[in-house]
């Protein structure tokens, strides 16, 4: 009997904003779709930084939101009713709005077990179709957050190579570790330096992240204005090959895609 695959999904969290977050989820997910890979965005932060990024307008079908409350609910569901195509980077993906913010109290409400509703949702037949899902986390440590990582293969952690937002790294990864106490170090759990910059203090935490963490570091992500630009102006980077950045995110892509990775 053939084996059916399952899609790898990727949680991207930290519970501090500001550290590229979405900009690594779109980068990732756009550059998995340029090389083939059959992609889902998912956007569960009711910032909906991603899904404003992605140009969606309200257009009155459900979202996370409601896919979370009908899970709950047990009511029926129509997953094609959720999903949004976006033709520029050829990817699908599920939106947020703002009322996303009352999901930690639809989750508690559930009767089987309020840490596990992204896993059945994202363990239905319907999502055999992509390869990847990838969840872009609000920036918090909330019930949403236990969902994806615990229904997640690979915890993403990205951690700005600036000595204050590092600080704090090995105290949110054994938060987030305690939620996932099953999880392969170097396999499951990745750490993906962002905003790395040419200046020596942003070189010292660059050194200290491949000191502490070894084979859980990704490639760095370089720190230039392009990002900025790429955010206000809704671009991904891995589209420029001339964009050092965009080089950057391709190299995360193909360890992703590879199974392998070297810091």
Known sequence: MEQIKKPTIICIANEKGGVAKTTSAINIAAGLSFRGKKVLLVDIDSQTHLTNWLDFTFDGKPTIAELIYQTVAQFPIYHDDFIRHNEKLNLDYIPATPMLAGAVTTLHADQTDETTVFTRIFSDNYFEKYDFIIIDCCPSLDLRITNAVICSDILLITVQADPIPYQGTDKMLKTLLRMKPTANIGEDVLIL???????????????AIRESY?????????????VKNSSAEKTVLVKRRSDDVGRAYMNVVDVLIGGEHNG
């Not at 905003?195 to 660059?206: D, E, G, H």
């Not at 070894?214 to 392009?226: D, K, N, Q, T």
């Open 214 to 226: 070894g084979s859980m570091v990704l490639p760095a992500i370089p720190f230039r204005a392009s």
């Open 193 to 207: 330096p962002t905003m790395a910059m040419n200046i020596q203090v942003s070189k010292a935490v660059l050194e």
